[in-house]
């Protein structure tokens, strides 16, 4: 079943009664074979499509061969017109940066919707008969470092389905500022230490930019560390740093820059 309709799918009989097969003919119905459809099909097919079944409705089908000699018995089985999909579940859910990439799966339907709460933020995926199945929906403006709860909504031209369980993700923010930033002053150099920011927002600690008054050019390293060491600095000159952590989202090549933290030390 999908949406636009059922394919159903036979053998040929073990025997063809001493005479070629000349046809397929099958009929089908809602209510007993009180009333019905019928299809036929050549002598060659394995299959049958069928369309325009009710919505959220069981039909009786049965299945005929025949040839010079007249009709085979039928062969019967049940099929269903298109229902509402069943609950989804999320396959995966992806943090980065304020956005949340989540891909949640149910059965035959046309539109999936997620939500995120609080704020009632949502996406929306449309599914087409002929697309590949799992699309990523991309619910983006969310706070880094902020818990939301996610559900999923499938729908098709039967209904709805019923809200999916919830689930918990949170978006990667930028870090809070290195904490407890001192400096102690050397002979033409300064030593900075740092303390890890309070909050990463999920993010992963990955590096620091750095800066001092009087150069506008702000260094990085992209190896997370606790203390610089700076040097070729002009005695007795008092100087501002500036120190702010990066953090790494997830295995991506994107940094989150923190605010930086400052600190004014006189140079022995």
């Not at 009664?17 to 009929?27: D, E, F, H, I, L």
Request: hydrophobic fraction near 30%; glycine fraction near 10%; charge should be positive.
């Amino acid at each position: 079943m999908d949406l636009e309709g059922s394919t159903i799918f036979w053998k040929p009989g073990a025997s063809d009664g001493g005479s070629p097969v000349t046809g397929y003919v099958a009929q089908y119905s809602d209510d007993g074979f009180r009333t019905f459809s019928q299809q036929s099909a050549g002598p060659k097919a394995t299959e049958m499509r069928l369309t325009k079944l009710k919505h959220s409705t069981e039909y009786r089908f049965r299945l005929a061969a025949e040839n010079a000699a007249g009709r085979s018995n039928w062969a019967s089985k049940y099929v269903g017109g298109l229902y509402p999909p069943s609950i989804p579940s999320f396959y995966k859910v992806h943090s980065l940066h304020n956005r949340l990439d989540a891909v949640a799966d149910s059965s035959v339907y046309s539109s999936m919707t997620i939500t995120a709460n609080p704020g009632n933020h949502r996406c929306v995926v449309k599914q087409k008969p002929t697309q590949p199945r799992l699309k990523i929906c991309s619910i983006k403006g969310l706070t880094g470092g902020k818990t939301y709860k996610l559900t999923a909504v499938a729908t098709n031209p039967a209904g709805k389905s019923p809200v999916s369980d919830a689930v918990k993700a949170t978006p990667v923010g930028k870090p809070t500022a290195v904490r407890s930033l001192k400096a102690k002053a050397g002979t033409g150099k300064v030593t900075l230490t740092w303390k890890n920011p309070a909050n990463l927002r999920e993010g992963k600690l990955a590096g620091v930019t750095y800066s001092r008054s009087g150069n506008k050019t702000t260094r990085e390293t992209k190896v997370w560390k606790n203390k610089l060491v700076l040097g070729n600095l002009k005695r007795g000159k008092t100087y501002t740093f500036s120190v702010a952590p990066l953090t790494r989202v997830g295995k991506s090549f994107t940094y989150l820059k923190g605010p930086a933290s400052k600190v004014r030390v006189t140079v022995r």
